[in-house]
């Protein structure tokens, strides 16, 4: 197994969440962590960011323990801090605070030097007619492609 090929997405952000802009941030693991995300043991459903102390933290993201451990493991649910440069985190901090908006994380990945980093936007809630149309829009697509194909 390549060591690049973890890409695990959040599938329920897309349908819940129109997105504004994107980041890119590294996420602070200890040993036992890296091991089971490059083993694709994680759950990104239920993950949001929020602000601790000016800190970006990640919360709900899952990491199953890891099955080769000695004494010492992880806990799977534990908050963990995300790794933005300064300029990044006030952008988002006062954008989260003034509009309502959220930040949801959209995917996990291994980049090329072999560190485990987060794919994370700003994001506003879909309202119900929302997620209607986008369903709409991709049976409309799904059908343009059956149709293509024959």
């Given amino acids: 197994m390549k060591q690049n090929s973890i890409n695990i997405k959040n599938k329920k952000a897309w349908f819940n969440y129109t997105f504004l802009e994107k980041f890119v941030a590294g996420i602070r693991l200890t040993g036992t962590e890296i091991k089971s995300v490059r083993a694709g043991k994680v759950s990104l459903v239920e993950a949001y960011c929020s602000f601790i102390n000016h800190e970006l933290y990640v919360h709900n993201m899952n ?3 890891y099955s080769h ?3 010492a493991n992880h806990i799977p649910e534990q908050d963990r801090k995300l790794l933005l440069n300064r300029k990044e985190l006030n952008k ?3 954008k989260v605070n003034e509009r309502g908006l959220t930040i949801v994380v959209l995917r996990i990945f291994i980049n ?3 560190l485990a980093k987060l794919e994370i936007a700003l994001a506003k809630g879909k309202r119900e007619y929302d997620k209607r149309e986008t369903l709409k829009q991709k049976d409309a697509k799904r059908d343009l492609d059956r149709l293509r194909k024959y």
Avoid: F, P, T, V
Wanted: glycine share 16%; aromatic share 8%.
């Fill in 63 to 65: 990491i199953s323990e």
């Fill in 69 to 71: 451990r000695g004494y």
């Fill in 92 to 94: 988002l901090e006062k």
């Fill in 112 to 114: 090329d030097r072999g």
